[in-house]
């Protein structure tokens, strides 16, 4: 329905019959001069024409009965804003043939008022009833475009969304089916990628780039990075305000693995094992990782390594473990774990000798010494705990 101050409201119904008789020519004046400002749309002539056809025939239809209610399910001019996002086109050359198409009308209009003998105010008011005309079937079309554009991203989006689900499954889906997916997603697949794991936040995340997976709704949110490079950069830029870890660069087939690195990180950064850092990167904490894969082992590998400890009171088996520590990890003398330990080297020597008598040939085999020190790091990474 035509809008009360809408100005085809304005123009003599008694003008409809005659105006409509000047439909297919003006139609045909029309395409010719789009033809020749946009030659694009030559080898579509029966869809532009039809186009121009059916907004002369609505314009004459408006003034003939403002009253009447528009079908918004048939407009072909929604299909027209449509056509041209799906032609991979921007909506530049439509809105310059809208242009073009209101300037021709326009003449026609003043041959028309001239051969009808119309007064000037009514040829005033036929030009504002057409540019209201013109201005609604541009918004019509930007209506189709923008349709059409979010119809395709949901539909790129459900892809990308599948892919993710493949790519980090249990189990690990075939190649063919993830290069299957990644070309229906319009994802090039990369050689490496890294995961990186989020902690939720309400913070903005709309400044990512295009490659980039992304899964939000996750309760544990995570990004894909293909080919990445500098990654914990890349994701503190990005990202602000957002808690990560980024997982070790890997094939894509093991991008499992490098989300799992990347979620135990954060999680052993909330329990205090690693810092408290905004974003994390697992290549800095790999020793860590290995240490506490598996924390139950750990704790054994502790509790059975140093178990020659245990008699001693608290504050013995503190000082003597990290005199241990520093002494496994120094491979120096008594002055260099002195010097670590902020000690004089005579009360190193007189610890080193309690070690001795405590551990006993265990302190000097090669076997013995990794198993001790890597029981000693577990400990100290779980006390953090």
Not at 363 to 382: C, Q, V
């Amino acid at each position: 329905m035509t809008q009360p101050g809408d100005p085809r409201r304005s123009v003599p119904r008694e003008l409809a019959p005659l105006l409509r008789m000047e439909v297919p020519p003006v139609a045909v004046s029309i395409f010719e001069a789009i033809e020749e400002s946009i030659p694009e749309y030559t080898p579509f002539r029966e869809n532009v024409v039809d186009g121009i056809r059916q907004a002369l025939v609505k314009f004459v239809d408006r003034i003939a009965s403002p009253e009447s209610e528009p079908d918004p399910h048939d407009d072909i001019h929604r299909k027209l804003g449509a056509w041209e996002f799906q032609s991979g086109r921007s909506l530049d050359s439509l809105q310059a043939a809208y242009r073009i198409g209101a300037r021709i009308a326009w003449r026609h209009i003043c041959a028309f008022a001239e051969r009808r003998e119309l007064t000037l105010r009514l040829m005033s008011v036929l030009g504002e009833a057409m540019i209201a005309h013109v201005d609604e079937l541009v918004s019509l079309s930007v209506e189709g475009y923008a349709a059409a554009q979010a119809s395709a991203a949901g539909t790129l989006e459900r892809k990308r969304r599948k892919l993710l689900e493949l790519l980090v499954g249990d189990p690990a889906a075939g190649r063919q089916a993830v290069l299957e997916a990644a070309g229906a997603a319009a994802w090039p697949m990369p050689d490496r990628l890294a995961a990186v794991a989020l902690e939720p936040s309400a913070a903005p995340a709309d400044d990512l780039p295009g490659d980039v997976l992304v899964d939000f709704e996750d309760t544990a949110p995570y990004l894909l990075v293909p080919n990445p490079v500098a990654v914990a950069r890349w994701v503190r830029r990005a990202l602000p305000g957002w808690r990560a870890a980024v997982g070790p660069p890997v094939p894509p087939e093991q991008a499992r693995a490098s989300l799992a690195c990347a979620r135990r990180v954060l999680a052993l950064s909330r329990q205090g094992v690693l810092p408290d850092r905004p974003v994390l990167d697992c290549a800095d904490h790999l020793v860590e990782l290995t240490v506490l894969a598996d924390e139950f082992l750990a704790r054994q590998l502790a509790e059975r390594a140093l178990a020659p400890l245990a008699p001693l009171t608290e504050r013995q088996r503190t000082k003597l473990a990290e005199t241990l520590l520093v002494w496994l990890s120094a491979r120096g003398g008594a002055p260099e774990v002195a010097a670590r330990l902020q000690v004089h080297p005579q009360t190193v020597r007189y610890r080193v000798n309690q070690l001795d008598e405590l551990f006993g040939d265990r302190m000097h085999d090669a076997e013995h010494r990794f198993a001790l020190e890597l029981a000693l790091r577990a400990h100290y990474l779980l006390l953090r705990g």
